[in-house]
């Protein structure tokens, strides 16, 4: 029953995520903010696939522990992507502001997200293995959580100061979604259930996504 619900699950977000981000890309007219939404959610959707694919795969055949490399690598490579996500809707946040200087807020964004990236990249990560290393786990994700906070922020207070309905919600998608990664990351392994906590964190990016979509449509109006 895990294995059904599991895939159908997955298959509906990642194709939903990439359909949005490739009608966001076709229908943008020139509009660089969505055109850059759009690559973001098929940033997402292709970079989930690494790793959830895979998982698919092993819960409909012989079972998690015989894809251990698969999955590891699919893992590393979401977490780079994830990084790039961030990234991208950093400079959304820019172009849908019009905000001018503030490199402060590059500065730090890039710099969590190379110190992420170089995390990621340690040997020690262990990815391929069985028994990747709890303290590792935390390390890479320091940085991603710092980032995290500084876009939460950026957009809370961006929207509230320009009474922005559209997008009044953006910052409550990416808290909702490090609230549900951030105890998998931290307890996923010593109690397996609370991994189930990664289906509302990834609903909270298909809700990331559909304000951008829904924004596009509704500014096209």
Not at 22 to 30: Q, R, V
Request: hydrophobic share 50%; proline share 3%.
């Amino acid at each position: 029953m895990q294995a059904i619900v599991e895939t159908v699950f997955d298959a509906c977000y990642l194709i939903g995520v990439v359909t949005l981000g490739i009608l966001m890309i076709a229908k943008s007219h020139g509009n660089k903010q969505y055109r850059l939404f759009g690559i973001m959610a098929v940033v997402l959707g292709f970079g989930d696939a690494f790793h959830l694919v895979p998982r698919a795969v092993a819960l409909c055949t012989t079972g998690l522990d015989n894809f251990t490399v698969a999955l590891g690598t699919g893992k590393f490579i979401t977490s780079i992507t994830m990084t790039v996500f961030y990234i991208i809707l950093y400079y959304i946040w820019r172009i849908r502001y019009h905000v001018k200087g503030k490199n402060i807020y590059t500065i730090f964004v890039y710099g969590m997200a190379i110190a992420r990236i170089v995390l990621c990249l340690f040997p020690q990560n262990a990815w391929t293995s069985s028994a990747s290393p709890l303290s590792w786990g935390i390390y890479r994700n320091i940085p991603f959580t710092i980032m995290g906070l500084i876009i939460i922020y950026l957009f809370y207070k961006s929207s509230r100061e320009q009474n922005d309905k559209l997008f009044k919600n953006m910052w409550l998608t990416i808290v909702i979604s490090f609230g549900f990664y951030l105890p998998v990351v931290l307890f996923a392994d010593l109690v397996p259930i609370i991994g189930m906590l990664m289906i509302p964190k990834t609903l909270a990016y298909v809700w990331t996504v559909w304000i951008g979509y829904h924004a596009m449509k509704a500014e096209q109006q």
